[in-house]
């Protein structure tokens, strides 16, 4: 039997554009590759997370079977921080993946986050992989601030280092593979929009009406909106400072263009995506 490759996977953030994340493991475990360690930030440490605890398809089915409506209807507009407390959407997060340690698990873990307090990275790795990924995923102003028991304040690993490569140093492995979600825009958009069922449209649009959100977070040149565009242009700079000064073996650069922060009801397109992507390399 041909050995495995070894493998030490590092998958940013950048929201939606993290499914494609999926589709690049399900490559690598077809393809005589063995994920050993995965270090992950915000959306990466989410599949990161679900893979580690060996629950990633039961991620992946959520996602094909849940609509617009119900995934807004898991972001409570409640939050003390941020638009969003993340109780509801956790919960359900949990009944998903249940709430394993990340020392039990089989595979060597780290979520990334950020302490806005200390203004230092963050590396987690060991205790509740659900609290892990939660502090992960803090987008600033969307998310609140995951507290921890000593009272820090984390939000999303992205704001210090959206790529973490960092905590795989350490490791046994063959490779170390990175994909970064912050790649340069690509000239055509490389998922083809769908037409719009202008019935699920306007059901959206009086979903969102009845919360009464704010035109600052709704509109498409609202506050939040800019802000959210800003703070994928400091990831994306970031990002390219970390990888050239610390370079993986193998690094996927998804483009930041690919789709949207929030688009996650192109779930299937994106893992697709993420696969063929890795199926077109010479070096994989």
């Given at each position: 039997m041909m050995h495995k490759k070894t493998v030490s996977l590092v998958l940013g953030s950048g929201g939606a554009r993290g499914l494609a994340h999926i589709g690049i493991i399900?490559?690598?475990?077809?393809?005589?590759?063995?994920?050993k360690s995965i270090s992950g930030c915000s959306i990466g440490a989410l599949v990161g997370g679900f893979y580690a605890a060996g629950k990633l398809d039961i991620?992946?089915?959520?996602?094909?079977?849940?609509?617009?409506?119900?995934?807004?209807?898991?972001?409570?507009?409640?939050?003390?921080?941020?638009?969003?407390?993340?109780?509801?959407l956790m919960k359900k997060l949990s009944e998903l993946i249940g709430d394993s340690k990340i020392e039990d698990l089989d595979i060597t873990f780290t979520a990334v986050a950020t302490n806005i307090d200390t203004e230092k990275e963050v590396w987690l790795n060991s205790g509740s992989l659900l609290n892990a990924v939660r502090a992960s995923i803090s987008l600033p102003m969307f998310f609140t601030p995951f507290i921890t028991n000593s009272g820090a304040?984390?939000?999303?690993?992205?704001?210090?280092?959206?790529?973490?490569?960092?905590?795989?140093?350490?490791?046994?492995?063959?490779?170390?593979?990175?994909?970064?979600?912050?790649?340069?825009?690509?000239?055509?958009?490389?998922?083809?929009?769908?037409?719009?069922?202008?019935s699920i449209s306007k059901k959206i649009q009086q979903y969102m009406q009845n919360?009464?959100?704010?035109?600052?977070?709704?509109?498409?040149?609202?506050?939040y909106?800019?802000?959210n565009?800003?703070?994928?242009?400091?990831?994306?700079?970031?990002?390219?400072?970390?990888l050239a000064a610390y370079p993986s073996d193998i690094e996927i650069d998804i483009p930041r263009n690919l789709c949207a922060t929030f688009e996650f009801h192109k779930s299937q397109e994106l893992i697709e995506y993420g696969y063929n992507l890795c199926k077109d390399r010479d070096d994989l």
């Open positions: 399900k490559y690598l475990t077809q393809h005589n590759y063995e994920i991620y992946e089915n959520w996602l094909k079977e849940i609509d617009t409506i119900a995934m807004l209807k898991l972001l409570d507009f409640k939050g003390s921080g941020g638009i969003v407390s993340g109780e509801k304040r984390l939000v999303d690993g992205g704001v210090l280092n959206p790529v973490p490569i960092a905590p795989t140093f350490t490791d046994d492995t063959d490779l170390t593979i990175s994909v970064n979600l912050g790649g340069e825009i690509s000239p055509q958009c490389p998922i083809k929009k769908k037409k719009v069922d202008t919360i009464s959100l704010p035109e600052a977070i709704t509109k498409e040149d609202g506050m909106v800019i802000a565009k800003s703070f994928e242009t400091m990831q994306g700079a970031l990002a390219r400072m970390k």
